[in-house]
């Protein structure tokens, strides 16, 4: 976001989207005799939307940084 207000582009976001919650509850004995214990594991999704009105060639320019394991960027380019 700040690599493209630097190159003074339009932008709105980031607009923070719904988390989803992945919930799995586990059963802890393998064999299934004993009491009935569950493990309960849970993973959160957060989404963020951004978005860019600028050429597709600075748009390129701006995503092609450096990004975390673990983060998934996608880009879908409109024509307008």
Do not use: Y
């Not at 709105?12 to 719904?18: E, I, M």
């Not at 939307?49 to 748009?59: A, E, G, R, T, Y």
């Amino acid at each position: 976001i700040s690599g493209a207000r630097e190159k003074e582009l339009h932008v709105a976001g980031p607009v923070r989207l719904p988390t989803r919650t992945l919930r799995l509850c586990v059963r802890k004995s393998p064999n299934g005799e004993g009491t009935n214990t569950f493990d309960r594991w849970e993973m959160r999704i957060h989404k963020r939307l951004i978005d860019l009105h600028s050429p597709s060639d600075v748009v390129k320019q701006i995503t092609s940084i450096s990004i975390e394991p673990g983060v998934e960027v996608e880009v879908t380019i409109a024509d307008v």
